[in-house]
């Protein structure tokens, strides 16, 4: 399974190599890239782990999702 991120952009700070490196660590997770153009982090993992704890550790490693504010 994918789960797909929308990375909030902060002044000078992108997602890294690092960072997948990171994620990797995470039981469940075997894949992951960046698109560094559009900020989107495309997790490849199973089921071990879920999307809510990709993104507690993504915002332990200090980058936070965007939310759509245009949602009606």
Request: contains cysteine.
């Amino acid at each position: 399974m994918y789960s797909e991120f929308i990375i909030k952009k902060n002044e000078g700070m992108t997602c890294t190599n690092q960072t997948l490196k990171q994620l990797g660590t995470l039981q469940g997770v075997f894949g992951a890239e960046i698109d560094r153009i559009s900020g989107n982090v495309l997790v490849s993992h199973t089921d071990e782990v879920n999307r809510e704890q990709i993104k507690q550790e993504l915002e332990k490693l200090g980058y936070f999702e965007e939310t759509n504010n245009n949602e009606l």
